[in-house]
Nanobody, 124 residues
Framework: QVQLVESGGGLVQAGGSLRLSCAVS????????MGWFRQAPGKSREFVAA????????RYLVSVKGRFTISRDNVKNTVALQMNSLKPEDTAVYYC?????????????????WGQGTQVTVSS
């Protein structure tokens, strides 16, 4: 059973930076892709970024490309999301997710394990 624990959320002013981290335990070959999603109040969950454990291939939501960077540490079993130039519209609860498929997908239902989420609030 894969368990995910997020940390690093908080309150930041527009233009600032935050770094989210996801600690992965119980990881086996069954978790091939890690993703970050977010959900703002009254909105559906939205794909933000994903990375494949094996080769580091990444995929991003268009609106965060160039501002956010996803990375993984295969030794520490952690995945990070570095968020720069934050905007008020980035405000949401951010979730870490793990998928068993090797395909990097933006579809939330294709991910098998989820963390509890961490709040990110960007003030204008």
């Amino acid at each position: 059973q894969v368990q995910l624990v997020e940390s690093g959320g908080g309150l930041v002013q527009a233009g600032g930076s935050l770094r989210l981290s996801c600690a992965v335990s119980g990881r086996t070959f069954s978790s091939s892709v890690m993703g970050w999603f977010r959900q703002a109040p009254g909105k559906s969950r939205e794909f933000v970024a994903a990375i494949r454990w094996s080769d580091g291939s990444t995929r991003y939501l268009v609106s965060v490309k160039g501002r956010f960077t996803i990375s993984r540490d295969n030794v520490k079993n952690t995945v990070a999301l570095q968020m720069n130039s934050l905007k008020p519209e980035d405000t949401a609860v951010y979730y870490c997710a793990a998928g068993e498929s090797d395909f990097i997908t933006v579809v939330s239902t294709r991910y098998d394990y989820w963390g509890q989420g961490t709040q990110v609030t960007v003030s204008s």
